[in-house]
């Protein structure tokens, strides 16, 4: 039995193999054809933060993979009143055939999966959003980019070390621009620097968006300030001034390069208006894909408790 808790436990075959998957199924759904891959499946959904894409997308997918999903927030179940999280996943894990987790720290997503009988999923965490840029990668396919050269520009937070494991793990170039103080966690740094000694991936870190965005084929940003960072938003503002993702900088990227935002957006903040709805395609075509990437993901993981 597999989790699906980071990049980090995957190989870059695996990854592929998910997302070649993913096509798979999705081509089958937009011909109306929803294979029952997970017929009578239950996906537990726990989230201790806000979504909107995540619980949609899980829920429509397993839904179309012939399962059910129970939305469970910590509103609502005893966890968000104290109870052990180790213990709401051997209860949870007893009844349901595979659990998606949003919550704070990686640690308490890696509790849950140590005392789980079902595999996990990484919904989002404080350090990671592996879902996310399974689906960026997906649509990066889709729009064509062969050798993606992909620009981050802002907040060293869970997207950024997301797109660290995902660059290092199959091998692209990624440059990193965050503001002083904002950088990515070292010890994931270091991990996806070790991981792409051997892929030979080209990462690189900095403090100047214009460095990152010139030449890249796809520029990517997120908010500022993620979930559980609002205290922090005015210093932050200030801190991030002049990492706006605007038509200047975007007219250093390649002519044809794409924009991503996992969402949801902050408009003339990380992304002007122009820039966001002049590539609101391939932004919305991402979001759509999260139901695709994920179905591949989920038929993947429950593929392997067969082997
Ligand atoms: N991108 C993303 O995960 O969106 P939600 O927070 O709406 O799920
Ligand atoms: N970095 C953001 C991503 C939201 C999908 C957050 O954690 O809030």
């Not at 404080?126 to 050798?147: A, C, K, R």
């Not at 103080?181 to 870190?205: M, R």
């Not at 001034?241 to 250093?252: A, F, K, Q, R």
């Amino acid at each position: 039995m597999r989790h699906f808790l980071s990049l980090k436990d995957f190989t870059k075959n695996e990854i592929l193999e998910m997302i070649t998957l993913a096509q798979k199924i999705k081509s089958e759904a937009k011909a109306k054809n929803f294979v029952p891959y997970m017929e009578k499946q239950t996906l537990g959904m726990i989230f201790e933060k806000s979504s909107t894409r995540t619980r949609v997308s899980f829920e429509t997918g397993i839904y179309q993979l012939g399962g059910i999903g129970l939305f469970l927030s910590s509103n609502d179940i005893q966890l968000g009143r104290g109870e052990p999280m180790k213990d709401t996943a051997r209860v949870i894990s007893r009844m349901v055939d595979m659990v998606m987790i949003r919550t704070f720290e990686q640690s308490q997503l890696e509790e849950f999966a140590k005392y789980s009988k079902v595999p996990v999923i990484n919904g989002l965490t404080d350090s990671f959003h592996p879902v996310q840029v399974m689906t960026d990668y997906l649509t990066m396919l889709e729009f064509g980019i062969q050798n993606p050269i992909v620009a981050y520009v802002g907040d060293g937070n869970n997207m950024t070390h997301s797109w660290l494991m995902l660059a290092a793990k199959l091998g692209f170039e990624l440059r990193i621009a965050t503001p002083k103080g904002y950088e990515c966690d070292k010890k994931i740094v270091a991990e996806a620097l070790q991981i792409a000694k051997e892929s030979g991936a080209k990462i690189s870190f900095g403090t100047d968006p214009k460095t990152a965005v010139e030449g890249s084929n796809v520029v990517t940003t997120d908010t500022w300030v993620s979930m559980g960072q609002e205290d922090e938003k005015e210093e932050r503002m200030k801190a991030f001034d002049g990492y706006i993702v605007d038509e200047y900088l975007m007219s250093l990227a390649q002519k044809d390069a794409i924009f991503l935002h996992c969402l949801p957006a902050y408009r003339d903040y990380e992304v002007s208006e122009v820039i966001f709805e002049k590539h609101a395609d391939e932004i919305f075509t991402e979001a759509e894909n999260r139901l695709h990437a994920q179905k591949g993901i989920m038929v993947w993981l429950d593929q392997q408790r067969d082997k």
